[in-house]
């Protein structure tokens, strides 16, 4: 799924949490900021007047950039984040702490990805093995029903934005 749509969902969910949702949501993105930082790195390292900057052909480099198939593949891999899980647990305990909304945020990305990836779906299990997993639907490709997801995502997407604006206006209302 889109980052920015991860977060969002991510905040939809854990919004009462009202210390702890900006680290849900951080984590929710997490995974994926790496193709953020290599895209600016990039873009900067390939400027516009030589000719060569072109959106396309860099997004393409950089998702075939070697550092961000690595740590793209260790921010999607199950094995990862229950390591990191396991130490954060005999560390803090069950304590819902920031560490672990970050934890939980991040897991609720993998889980959402691997739903929503077909044909750019990542080894679940890496660094064990490079067994894919395959989701049903893919949040974009047109062949695996991303038309129809788009569509059905972004009903929901103004749906709960329209339920956010009116909880807000309620909010409001009741404290005057
Ligand atoms: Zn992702």
Do not use: C
Not at 31 to 52: G, K, Q, T
Not at 65 to 94: A, E, K, N, Y
Not at 97 to 118: E, M, N, Q, R
């Amino acid at each position: 799924m889109n980052t920015i749509h991860h977060g969002f969902w991510t905040y939809f969910i854990f919004r009462k949490q009202i210390h702890l949702v900006k680290y849900f949501v951080f984590g929710s993105i997490l995974p994926d900021i790496v193709y953020y930082i290599m895209f600016l790195y990039m873009a900067i390292r390939y400027p516009i007047e030589e000719n060569s900057f072109e959106l396309h052909s860099i997004v393409h480099q950089m998702f075939d950039h070697p550092l961000v198939i690595v740590l793209r593949q260790l921010g999607h891999s199950i094995p990862v984040w229950l390591v990191l899980m396991i130490i954060t647990i005999v560390l803090t305990r069950w304590r819902l702490s920031p560490w672990k909304a970050i934890l939980y945020g991040w897991l609720g990305h993998i889980i959402i990805d691997l739903l929503t990836h077909v044909e750019d779906a990542v080894p679940l299990l890496y660094p064990l093995n490079d067994y894919i997993v395959r989701g049903p639907i893919s949040y974009w490709d047109p062949d695996f029903y991303g038309r129809e997801f788009s569509i059905i995502h972004s009903i929901f997407f103004v749906a709960a934005i329209v339920y956010l604006i009116v909880e807000r206006v309620k909010l409001k209302k009741s404290k005057k």
